[in-house]
């Protein structure tokens, strides 16, 4: 995915929907897919994080390889 509107979208929504754990999810992105690599504190947050892609224009399958990390 080239930097740009959507990418800078799907950003916002981690930094501000997904209870501040932003600095530890990463993004990669493969035609129609976008990665969500990174640690977590449990799978709730896991969970937060995928959803608050969901509601983005533009945005294609997420696929969720977040690990959760109990105590980090």
Known sequence: MQPGPLLHRIDSAIRYNAFGVRRHVFLESQPGKIIL???VDSFYQKQMVQE???GIDGVPEIS???EVEYGR
């Open 37 to 39: 690599r990174g640690k």
């Open 64 to 66: 969720n390889l977040l």
């Open 52 to 54: 608050s892609l969901r």
